[in-house]
């Protein structure tokens, strides 16, 4: 089968960061997995960082990389499934990325596609969706009912306009999200927030200047110790902040959230399928909630740029946009 894949960790200007592959087509041997006919793959900032990161030493065999996925089941070892259903996940960062024309994953982990959506717009959902709705409903486990106020730090990445949209249509949060350009701004103005501030420029007073003096929760997607210490001077007592970016070993001070005795919390994506974890299924459930909201047309793709055909020249340029941090919504491959 056609793949993507690196044998040593490069920058990506180098043409040999990522490059095209033939491998044997896997198969199934686990009572859990799918094999999947990928159709569709949505690039996110964590291929990048394991790319960099991975193989220091160049290996022999190669390393796939790809975590947001549209297919269609080939075969299926779990009832619940069968050859021919459409399906998006996001996988597992212990296995092999779904860079690839085969890929086996957890049915665990798996939902089925809404089917109103195309394989391109389906595989901008799966992993910003799941860190969003584990971030709001599980790690800050926002009320539904109660105005309250949310802050989202980076408004315009994949997670935060999926967040947005979530936090707008299945609560009555304000949303506050941050966006430094035009093009930004109007993004996130269109996933529905309700204000939209500068992260750079001073974001206590612009979060002041709308009015509040605190807020209830703050989502920090961007590295938490560049806004430390507006989290710090914006979270309401006993607030709660969730992270979702790696900090450097000891560049983290939570000093700052001290006095107000608010929670800091962690959110990863992978955690459930990393550590196999008793309600591994629950991200199934997530993602059949996200394709149901998307059938009713409640939650809309956040596709913001389709290239194709997936090979190695097209992951390049994507990656490329990503470590920039220049990315708005999401980036689709589609086709071998
Ligand atoms: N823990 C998890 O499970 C998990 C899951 C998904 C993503 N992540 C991480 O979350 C981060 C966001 O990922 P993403 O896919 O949503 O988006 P992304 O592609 O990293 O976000 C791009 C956006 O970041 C904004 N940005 C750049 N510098 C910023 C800063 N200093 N402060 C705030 N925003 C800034 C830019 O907005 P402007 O152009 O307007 O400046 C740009 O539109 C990444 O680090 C990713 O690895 C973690």
Redesign the pocket.
Same mark, same amino acid.
């Given at each position: 089968m056609k793949a993507v894949g690196l044998y040593k960790s490069l920058a990506i200007t180098d043409a040999a960061s990522l490059i095209n592959l033939e491998l044997p087509k896997p198969e199934l041997n686990s009572e859990n997995d799918l094999l999947v006919k990928v159709e569709a793959i949505a690039v996110?900032?964590?291929d990048y960082?394991v790319r960099l990161s991975i193989l220091p030493e160049a290996s022999a065999t190669p390393k796939l990389l790809g975590w947001d996925v549209s297919g269609i089941v080939i075969a299926s070892a779990n009832p619940s499934f069968k050859a021919g259903d459409k399906v998006f996940y996001a996988g597992d960062i212990t296995r092999p990325g779904a860079n690839s024309e085969y890929h086996l994953v957890d049915s665990r982990i798996v939902g089925h596609m809404p089917d109103n959506l195309s394989f391109v717009q389906a595989a901008s959902l799966p992993?910003?969706s799941?860190?969003a709705w584990?971030?709001l409903f599980e790690r800050l486990q926002v009320e539904k009912d109660k105005e309250k106020t949310l802050l989202i730090?980076?408004?315009?990445?994949?997670?935060?306009?999926i967040t947005t949209q979530l936090a707008k249509h299945l609560t009555k949060l304000k949303v506050i999200v941050?966006?430094?350009?035009p093009? %930004? &701004?109007e993004?996130?103005r269109k996933q529905g927030a309700d204000y939209i501030i500068?992260?750079?420029e001073d974001i206590v007073s612009q979060v002041r200047n709308l009015g509040y003096e605190f807020v209830d929760y703050i989502l920090v997607?961007?590295?938490i110790s560049?806004?430390i210490k507006a989290c710090g001077e914006l979270i309401v007592p006993f607030g709660k902040i969730c992270?979702?970016?790696?900090t450097k070993t000891g560049e983290l001070d939570i000093t700052p959230l001290k006095t107000k005795s608010a929670a800091l919390l962690?959110?990863?994506?992978?955690?459930r399928a990393m550590y196999k974890t008793s309600d591994m299924i629950e991200q199934q459930n997530i993602l059949n909630n996200i394709s149901k909201l998307v059938q009713k047309q409640i939650i809309t793709p956040t596709v913001n740029e389709i290239l194709t055909p997936i090979n190695a020249e097209n992951l390049r340029q994507a990656h490329e946009?990503?470590e920039k941090?220049? %990315? &708005?919504g999401?980036i689709v491959l589609t086709g071998f």
């Amino acid at each position: 089968m056609k793949a993507v894949g690196l044998y040593k960790s490069l920058a990506i200007t180098d043409a040999a960061s990522l490059i095209n592959l033939e491998l044997p087509k896997p198969e199934l041997n686990s009572e859990n997995d799918l094999l999947v006919k990928v159709e569709a793959i949505a690039v996110n900032p964590v291929d990048y960082k394991v790319r960099l990161s991975i193989l220091p030493e160049a290996s022999a065999t190669p390393k796939l990389l790809g975590w947001d996925v549209s297919g269609i089941v080939i075969a299926s070892a779990n009832p619940s499934f069968k050859a021919g259903d459409k399906v998006f996940y996001a996988g597992d960062i212990t296995r092999p990325g779904a860079n690839s024309e085969y890929h086996l994953v957890d049915s665990r982990i798996v939902g089925h596609m809404p089917d109103n959506l195309s394989f391109v717009q389906a595989a901008s959902l799966p992993l910003t969706s799941l860190t969003a709705w584990e971030s709001l409903f599980e790690r800050l486990q926002v009320e539904k009912d109660k105005e309250k106020t949310l802050l989202i730090i980076n408004g315009a990445g994949g997670v935060g306009s999926i967040t947005t949209q979530l936090a707008k249509h299945l609560t009555k949060l304000k949303v506050i999200v941050t966006a430094s350009r035009p093009e %930004s &701004i109007e993004w996130c103005r269109k996933q529905g927030a309700d204000y939209i501030i500068n992260h750079r420029e001073d974001i206590v007073s612009q979060v002041r200047n709308l009015g509040y003096e605190f807020v209830d929760y703050i989502l920090v997607y961007s590295n938490i110790s560049d806004h430390i210490k507006a989290c710090g001077e914006l979270i309401v007592p006993f607030g709660k902040i969730c992270s979702i970016v790696e900090t450097k070993t000891g560049e983290l001070d939570i000093t700052p959230l001290k006095t107000k005795s608010a929670a800091l919390l962690q959110e990863f994506m992978f955690t459930r399928a990393m550590y196999k974890t008793s309600d591994m299924i629950e991200q199934q459930n997530i993602l059949n909630n996200i394709s149901k909201l998307v059938q009713k047309q409640i939650i809309t793709p956040t596709v913001n740029e389709i290239l194709t055909p997936i090979n190695a020249e097209n992951l390049r340029q994507a990656h490329e946009v990503l470590e920039k941090g220049q %990315s &708005i919504g999401k980036i689709v491959l589609t086709g071998f």
